[in-house]
């Protein structure tokens, strides 16, 4: 569980076992066969060694409480995505896919503070106002580095689909209605935004999602105080 608590360190951990050094089978997608790949032994060491790194540092201004929620939003996303997981997804693959579904915007957190500062202000979608700040949204920028790492291609796929309407994979689909659903309960730094159809939810029955949401998140309904 402490592993999927963190973006950061399951991104590490996920591109080191399918990095050319270890990967001598397919592409690695899910936290738990990456964890077997690597053995626990490295991935302790790895997490001991990824702040040193500085994967897990956190700029010391006064948007720290934005990438708080950031964060607390990858991971309540991550669970409700393996929660609502139907038949035919894998909810280990959807977990990993749910938190990690913003590392581009992680990364605009973490490397351009200012820019990061407008969307927080400027009470727009974050693709429309990223899209002429940057030329590219953070999902796009998500998907590069999710290709750069060697992350199968549904997970590359769930990475830079979910804020469009129209996914193009179930996985997908299910990470951008997981993303949704916690933002509608107000995790997150992201506005809200209406919910698909009953015919977009790839089979979800929304009300009772959002009854599993509730459940699932107690734990992080509540921000964490410093």
Request: glycine share 8%; aromatic share 6%.
């Amino acid at each position: 569980l402490a592993l999927a608590e963190d973006e950061s360190l399951a991104s590490l951990v996920l591109h080191t076992a399918t990095s050319a050094a270890v990967n001598w089978g397919p592409s690695i997608g899910d936290l738990r066969t990456a964890v077997v790949r690597l053995g626990l032994r490295f991935v302790g060491a790895t997490a001991l060694a990824a702040p040193g790194l500085g994967l897990l540092d956190v700029p010391a201004d006064d948007l720290w409480p934005a990438r708080e929620s950031l964060h607390r939003h990858a991971v309540c996303t991550g669970l409700v995505a393996q929660a609502l997981a139907p038949a035919g997804i894998d909810p280990d693959l959807a977990l990993s896919a749910g938190l990690l579904h913003n590392i581009g915007l992680n990364l605009i957190a973490s490397y351009a503070p200012a820019e990061f500062g407008y969307l927080l202000e400027c009470g727009e979608q974050f693709w429309e106002a990223e899209d002429w700040i940057f030329g590219f949204s953070h999902a796009d920028l998500g998907s590069r580095l999710a290709t750069h790492w060697s992350y199968p291609a549904d997970l590359v796929i769930a990475i830079g689909d979910h804020d469009i309407p129209e996914p193009r994979t179930p996985l997908a689909r299910l990470v951008r209605i997981a993303d949704l659903l916690v933002r509608e309960i107000g995790i997150g730094v992201e506005p809200r935004q209406a919910l698909p159809s009953c015919e977009e939810a790839c089979g979800i029955d929304l009300e009772h999602a959002l009854e599993i949401v509730h459940t699932v998140l107690i734990p992080y309904e509540q921000p964490k105080t410093p």
